[in-house]
Nanobody, 130 residues
């Protein structure tokens, strides 16, 4: 089973930037897609972004499109989420998870996120002040 460790969160003012990292171990994920998810207080966990195994395809939720960039370094079993122009509504705990199917990220509802993944890392808190 893969172990997931998210890091890089913090407190930032609106308009600021953060880069999140997701380090994996215990299983080779170089041939798997990687996704970033977030859960805001009182809300379900949702898909934020996804990237296919080679890095050649990416997906972004409409709410972050144009502001966030997902990338990966397969040699280091690590995925990244560059977040720019942060808004207070981006405040959430951010998580990552691998998936064998990249296209799932493009259609996955929050309810499906809960059903599809049985294990999560501890997440990293992102707080954006107004």
């Amino acid at each position: 089973q893969v172990q997931l460790v998210e890091s890089g969160g913090g407190l930032v003012e609106a308009g600021g930037s953060l880069t999140l990292s997701c380090t994996t171990s215990g299983r080779t994920i170089s041939r798997m897609a990687m996704g970033w998810f977030r859960q805001a207080p009182g809300k379900e966990r949702e898909v934020v972004a996804g990237i296919n195994w080679s890095g050649g395809r990416s997906y972004y939720a409409d709410s972050v499109k144009g502001r966030f960039t997902i990338s990966r370094d397969n040699a280091k079993n690590t995925a990244f989420l560059q977040m720019n122009s942060l808004k207070p509504e981006d405040t959430a705990v951010y998580y990552c998870n691998p998936d064998p199917l990249f296209d799932k990220f493009t259609t996955m509802t929050p309810a499906e996120v809960s059903r599809r993944y049985t294990a999560w890392g501890q997440g990293t808190q992102v707080t954006v002040s107004s």
